[in-house]
């Protein structure tokens, strides 16, 4: 259905090209309004919530796997969304909200807080799916470092990292 000139009209018009993909339904290519699309992405939930696609009589829940956008304009020129089944697993890109730096021991014995990780690989069903991980930063000192078995996640949530054993805990 869509192939460059395709997609450069559709862009034209205000469109920006996507593909719902997985499951046991082909990939099916359809187009969303650029400026709904803005407008969604400026919330940073968009991005780790389930979303409800509606194309014709299709009407299914996915989540937005991946953004591709002009490397000059920043303009969004394509996205992939991932059809989800509430008895399936999926893997999603989590951020991180740290909180308490203002109480941090060891920003108030002058050290800098510095975030080496800004989200994290989660495997969860889709009901579990939470907008974000918060990481509490109040009892950390200077020199220490938040591992992601430290961090706390929802009942039903995994890091990615983690199922593979202690060595890919990052910090």
């Not at 862009?11 to 359809?30: H, N, Y």
């Not at 919530?49 to 002009?70: F, M, P, S, T, Y």
């Not at 303009?75 to 890109?93: F, K, Y």
């Not at 991180?96 to 108030?108: M, R, T």
């Amino acid at each position: 259905m869509f192939g460059s000139a395709a997609t450069r009209r559709l862009r034209k018009t205000g469109k920006v090209p996507a593909i719902l993909f997985g499951g046991a339904d082909e990939p099916m290519p359809f187009a969303l309004n650029s400026h709904e699309v803005k407008k969604h992405l400026e919330n940073e939930a968009f991005s780790s919530h389930i979303l409800r696609v509606k194309v014709g009589e299709l009407n299914v829940q996915a989540v937005l796997k991946a953004v591709q956008r002009d490397p000059v304009t920043s303009d969004v020129t394509h996205m992939d969304l991932q059809r989800v089944s509430a008895s399936t697993e999926i893997t999603m890109h989590v951020p991180l909200h740290f909180i308490n730096e203002e109480l941090c021991l060891g920003a108030k014995a002058g050290g800098i807080i510095t975030h080496q990780v800004v989200e994290v690989d989660i495997r969860c069903l889709p009901k579990d799916l939470p907008e974000y991980i918060e990481v509490d930063m109040q009892g950390v000192d200077i020199g220490e470092t938040i591992h992601l078995s430290q961090l706390v996640m929802p009942d039903g949530v995994q890091a990615t990292a983690l199922m593979h054993g202690d060595d890919d805990d990052q910090g």
